[in-house]
């Protein structure tokens, strides 16, 4: 049973332009979520999170929404560049169980 | 801040044999993680540890797998009689005691590659 699902297994996206990156969630008690970044051969790079307490998070290029009611977030990031080439990862967990589920991950390519 | 450091960053084993890898948290973090990432897959919780003590552990974590962390600071993930399905990246992460109104996020290591041949 996938509780986190990112459908998308890659995306290719211009450099400059707008890169969204989609993850649903089933498991209604999720109510903290985070993005990963992951390069080949290291771990995941923690980027950005949201409470669901917030439909919204900035971080310089990356901002996070949550829509609760469809149970789906997405990552934008913009403008996009080459270093962001890599995997991302959805993470959701329900507070106080530091269990974090992890979605399939989805393949940036940002060309340049 | 030095991050969370693993040793080995890869290690190829023999099946049968056994492997012991080493995880060292953030120095201020209090809670530490095992996950195991397979290709194509996201990480897969393994089990946690806040200070010394096991709090839970996943299914996956079969009787051949054993993790400790004696002193509340750095970690050990032995896994015996190792089996080809073992290969993985494992990895650790760690995290700080949630403040109030934050969430609380996990910070990974490098990860250990292991391979059973």
């Known amino acids: 049973d996938q509780q986190v699902k990112q459908n998308s297994p890659s995306l290719s996206v211009q450099e400059g332009r707008i890169s969204i990156l989609n993850c649903d969630y089933t498991n209604s008690m999720f109510d903290y979520f985070l993005w990963y970044k992951k390069y080949p051969a290291e771990g995941p790079t923690f980027l950005i999170s949201?409470?669901?307490?917030?439909d919204k998070n900035e971080d310089g290029r990356f901002t996070v929404f949550l829509n609760k009611s469809a149970k789906h977030l997405s990552l934008h990031i913009v403008p996009s560049q080459p270093g962001d080439s890599a995997v991302y990862f959805c993470?959701?967990?329900?507070?106080?169980?530091?269990?974090?589920?992890f979605g399939t991950g989805t393949r940036l390519k940002v060309l340049a | 801040d030095t991050g969370v450091s693993q040793d080995p960053r890869h290690k190829i084993t023999k099946r049968g044999q056994n492997v012991t890898f080493r995880c060292d948290p953030i120095s201020e973090h209090n809670r530490l993680y095992w996950y195991r990432q397979t290709l194509g897959q996201g990480p897969e919780f393994l089990t946690y540890?806040?200070?010394?003590?096991?709090?839970?552990k996943s299914r996956l974590l079969s009787d051949r797998f054993s993790a400790e962390r004696p002193k509340g600071s750095f970690s050990t993930l032995e896994i015996q009689r190792t089996e080809q399905g073992d290969s993985a990246m494992y990895l650790c992460?760690?995290?700080?005691?949630?403040?109030?109104?934050?969430?609380?996020?996990?910070?990974f290591g490098e990860g250990s590659w292991l391979t059973v041949v």
């Open positions: 540890f806040q200070n010394e003590a096991q709090l839970e």
């Open positions: 993470a959701a967990e329900t507070s106080g169980t530091y269990k974090y589920i």
């Open positions: 949201i409470s669901s307490i917030k």
């Open positions: 992460a760690s995290s700080s005691p949630k403040r109030g109104g934050e969430g609380n996020t996990i910070y």
